[in-house]
């Protein structure tokens, strides 16, 4: 069960269908929660970019915790514990799991361009927070194109390798309670990314990446406007703008101690400072911290396999 910090109260009209939005809601959580903070595995030829056979599908379970805030900015805390089932799949075009899911429109050793999702956690504002008395902030989903580039590839003479990739991505964003979806805008984002696998007795990966995020006026209103009706003598009338929202590095470790069970942990390091929107009376914060740490257990796994880049 998923816990996230500040749970709205019951708006569906039934006990059944509230159950429903709860379900459907955690599922989606726990694959935004995967997607930010497992890092993907990686395995290198010494001289070219090679092909892993993996299963077609897997199955398992999985638990974690995320320590964050709600948005870049903010200083109020957003925590959410999760365990759940998990489900991997591969295909030729369309891959779930593995950090992340999406549809694969060209795929070659050094390029990919494919459709992948993510997202940001539902929050509600603390009483005392300089959101308090505003509507809470809904679950965001995000979807869009994502261009991967790989730039270095490399396994040295202990076993170990070192990949270096950059990526651009697009994403349209939707806003949803699961009792409605609105659009809420577009987000730009581009980063690098330092993978290295099999580090200490071939058990342990370590990622390093930094982005650097925009958004449009649509996406930054969510966040940022204060509309007249919530204004406060603490808190005066803004409207947002398009434009620069936050640069982010992420150090990230995963250890695999059996081919079945992996444990992973990161934090990710956020600076807003010289935000489109750092002159909203709902930015607090030039910087914030976020840490995640998780487990999973893969109980199944299909005899069919697949070859697949190992970006995968």
């Given at each position: 069960m998923l816990k996230s910090h500040g749970n709205r109260s019951?708006?569906?009209?039934?006990?059944?269908?509230?159950?429903?939005?709860?379900?459907?809601?955690?599922?989606?959580?726990?694959?935004?929660?995967?997607?930010?903070?497992?890092?993907?595995?990686?395995?290198?030829?010494?001289?070219?970019?090679?092909?892993?056979s993996k299963p077609v599908w897997e199955a398992g379970l999985g638990a974690g915790y995320f320590n964050g805030t709600d948005y870049p900015g903010s200083k109020d805390p957003n925590i959410a514990q999760f365990g759940l089932p998990f489900f991997i799949y591969r295909s030729k075009i369309f891959r779930i799991g593995d950090g992340g899911a999406g549809a694969v429109a060209f795929e070659e050793p050094r390029l990919k361009i494919d459709v992948s999702f993510g997202g940001s956690l539902n929050a509600e504002p603390e009483t005392d927070s300089v959101r308090s008395g505003m509507p809470d902030l809904d679950l965001l989903f995000e979807i869009g194109p994502r261009l991967q580039y790989k730039l270095f590839k490399q396994t040295w003479s202990n076993g170990s390798s070192t990949e270096v990739s950059i990526e651009s991505k697009l994403r349209a964003v939707f806003e949803t309670d699961f009792s409605f979806v609105r659009a809420q805008g577009?987000?730009?984002?581009?980063?690098?990314?330092?993978?290295?696998?099999?580090?200490?007795?071939?058990?342990?990966?370590?990622?390093?990446?930094?982005d650097i995020t925009f958004a449009d006026k649509r996406y930054n209103n969510n966040l940022y406007s204060v509309p007249a009706e919530f204004v406060t003598a603490n808190r005066a009338e803004y409207s947002a703008k398009a434009g620069y929202v936050d640069t982010s590095v992420f150090l990230g470790m995963a250890l695999r101690p059996t081919p079945d069970w992996r444990i992973f942990t990161g934090v990710s390091f956020g600076n807003f400072a010289g935000a489109a929107n750092r002159?909203?009376?709902?930015?607090?914060?030039?910087?914030?911290?976020?840490?995640?740490?998780?487990?999973?257990?893969?109980?199944?796994?299909?005899?069919?396999?697949?070859?697949?880049?190992?970006?995968?």
């Open positions: 019951a708006s569906a009209t039934t006990a059944l269908l509230r159950a429903h939005q709860i379900a459907t809601r955690t599922a989606l959580q726990t694959i935004l929660l995967i997607t930010l903070v497992a890092p993907t595995q990686v395995l290198a030829n010494t001289d070219k970019f090679s092909l892993e577009f987000v730009f984002g581009a980063g690098t990314e330092l993978r290295q696998r099999r580090v200490i007795a071939h058990v342990i990966d370590l990622l390093i990446s930094a002159d909203s009376p709902l930015f607090e914060t030039t910087s914030s911290a976020q840490f995640a740490i998780g487990l999973v257990w893969t109980a199944l796994k299909s005899k069919r396999r697949i070859d697949v880049y190992t970006s995968e």
